[in-house]
């Protein structure tokens, strides 16, 4: 089913392309008031009939069949038709911020100009600053966000990238039956972002092998890049690099090993002079694991291989058995219809039984949050009512004295002076609060990490959501000074989130150990916006596993009857120190 907003947002881009092709601008603002009552109206659209929709403040008949359309096949005619009469690259430039359709029809009627790269270089030759209603800054601006597009065009988030390494994989062991393959680098470190594809092949024809990986339809050869041991080439759509490197079997451990570790891992995994270069440079290794056995070291997980803190524990016998998904028993901060999730709080709640969890921890937006819909304290106020009825309703019909339990909690929104987003009273009414920032995103490190160290410090503040609000090849986060952030979360006992959406990944692999050795407890939160959200806390998993997270260490590990006791003390502790 198509959600509201992305059909608002469908009526919106309508609206600016008829701007951009200088349609008649009372046409077009049919779109913007369209998208404008339907915004307003609470409730899924998608579910409504022709003659509900016609209820709706100021459609017209035309208009409802337009959105009826959007609703059977996501998209209309005459959005359709504007899409074809625009070049991609137009596309591309209205993604720009701070570009509205004004000034993007400008560029393209009067400078033809028509993508990115053409704009790129009207701003490095300073073109833009000249024309009217453009000037310096915005010309310095659109320039900065065009680059950071361009750099990240290529790369990949973890969740596309692994997922991308998994057909591949397919392909080249159904062609070949007798080959040892791994995914290697960084998908195999799991980085949060990929920028090159790599697989290691061992093979006693390489030539066949190689040969053969020329005829994979979703793939281009590099042959000026490439040589005989080492194909290289593009991914077609994309054009993220991709590159095997093939090897007699008898050599595929020791090229694992190589094309697996970052270089600091492989130069500082050192014993007697000896380190992972040079010994698979000589012995023919039967395993990775006994190249760590040549060392005196305890294996270490691919994804801990960044030459970090994992050299020293491996030496010292010390490295952790780090968290697996299957060991997590619930799942905190996630959204329902209450704000601006697509599926209900019953709906939520049956999934994760389906899923095996003992516990939803529901999390909608808060007041300020207009945005998504944040509630009111009316609307808190019915949410528990209707969270008290299921949870009186959903565990008694479960099997074998099976527990669930939904948890009273909300998303505040850290306001600009790091303050939450209700009185005392309504924070007193939840089980437990994530603390996030989603506005003003632009303060600089000093006042970002203050306004962060003023809500962790409130006895409210449970879990400190995505700690720098950044986006992964979208936008960077705020700057904050991460260790007084997780020294004060130690302090105030402040559970700090890993953000599991695969755009987040957010607090970074770089901080958890750290923060582990702060003494601070992780939790993975999927920020679920529907049913099929849950399942991201996979990917966090993968970041947590990253940074030397353990089963111990992740909050929502735990079972119901500890976390039911840990919000239980944590609201006492509040109590007594009134
Ligand atoms: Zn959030
Ligand atoms: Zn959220």
Redo the contacts with the bound molecule.
């Keep these: 089913m198509i959600a509201k907003k992305e059909i608002i947002k469908l009526l919106k881009l309508t609206a600016s392309l008829m701007e951009i092709h200088g349609e008649n601008e009372f046409k077009t603002r049919v779109y913007t008031n369209a998208s404008f009552n339907l915004d307003r109206y609470e409730g899924e659209i998608a579910k409504l009939s022709k003659e509900e929709l016609e209820k709706i403040d100021g459609l017209g008949k035309s208009m409802v069949g337009s959105i009826q359309q959007i609703i059977e096949k996501g998209t209309f005619d005459k959005l359709e038709d504007l899409l074809s009469k625009t070049p991609e690259g137009v596309l591309d430039i209205m993604d720009i911020k701070g570009l509205g359709a004004k000034k993007v029809r400008v560029l393209w009627k009067d400078l033809n100009i028509t993508t990115l790269e053409d704009l790129k270089t009207a701003c490095e030759t300073n073109q833009i600053a000249a024309i009217k209603g453009f000037g310096q800054k915005t010309q310095e601006n659109i320039l900065s966000e065009i680059n950071y597009i361009l750099a990240n065009k290529s790369k990949l988030l973890y969740s596309d990238a692994e997922n991308l390494a998994e057909q591949i994989g397919k392909v080249v062991t159904e062609n070949n039956s007798d080959i040892l393959f791994s995914v290697a680098g960084e998908v195999r470190r799991k980085m949060e972002i990929v920028d090159m594809l790599s697989f290691v092949i061992g093979t006693d024809d390489i030539p066949e092998v190689y040969n053969g990986l020329n005829k994979i339809g979703s793939l281009h050869h590099q042959k000026e890049n490439s040589g005989p041991l080492n194909w290289r080439g593009v991914l077609n759509d994309r054009g993220t690099k991709v590159e095997f490197v093939l090897c007699q079997k008898d050599r595929f451990y020791n090229k694992l090993i190589l094309h697996t570790g970052s270089e600091m891992h492989l130069a500082n995994a050192i014993y007697e002079g000896d380190n992972l270069f040079s010994i698979t440079g000589s012995d023919k290794l039967k395993s990775e694991q006994s190249a760590y056995e040549k060392l005196s070291m305890q294996f270490v997980e691919p994804e801990l291989r960044e030459g970090w803190f994992e050299i020293e524990m491996a030496k010292e016998n010390t490295l952790p058995e780090l968290v697996q998904f299957g060991d997590l028993k619930g799942t905190l901060h996630n959204h329902s219809t209450y704000s601006d999730g697509k599926n209900s709080l019953r709906e939520m709640a049956e999934k994760c039984i389906e899923l095996n969890y003992e516990y939803l921890g529901i999390s909608d937006h808060s007041q300020s949050a207009f945005y998504a819909n944040g509630l009111i304290e009316f609307e808190i106020k019915k949410q528990h009512e209707e969270i008290d009825l299921l949870n009186e309703e959903l565990a008694p019909r479960l099997s074998g004295g099976r527990a669930f339990k939904i948890f009273k909690g909300i998303?505040s929104d850290i306001l600009n002076d790091g303050s939450l987003d209700y009185s005392d009273d309504v924070l007193g009414s939840f089980d437990f609060i994530v603390a996030?920032v989603?506005s003003n995103l632009n303060m600089d490190i000093s006042k970002a990490t203050h306004r962060l160290l003023t809500a962790i410090k409130n006895p409210y503040t449970t879990i400190l959501?995505?700690s720098t609000g950044r986006l992964l090849l979208r936008r960077e986060g705020y700057p904050i000074d991460h260790k007084a952030i997780i020294e004060a979360c130690a302090e105030h006992d402040v559970i700090i989130e890993i953000n599991a959406n695969p755009w987040r990944l957010d607090l970074d692999w770089r901080w958890v150990h750290y923060a582990i050795e702060a003494g601070i407890t992780l939790s993975v939160n999927p920020?679920a916006h529907e049913t099929e959200g849950f399942k991201d806390m996979y990917y966090g998993i993968q970041v947590g596993r990253k940074g030397g997270l353990t089963k111990e260490k992740t909050f929502n590990c735990r079972s119901l009857k500890e976390i039911e006791y840990y919000f239980k003390s944590k609201k006492e502790k509040k109590i007594n120190d009134k």
Excluded: V
């Design positions: 998303e996030s989603h959501g995505h920020d």
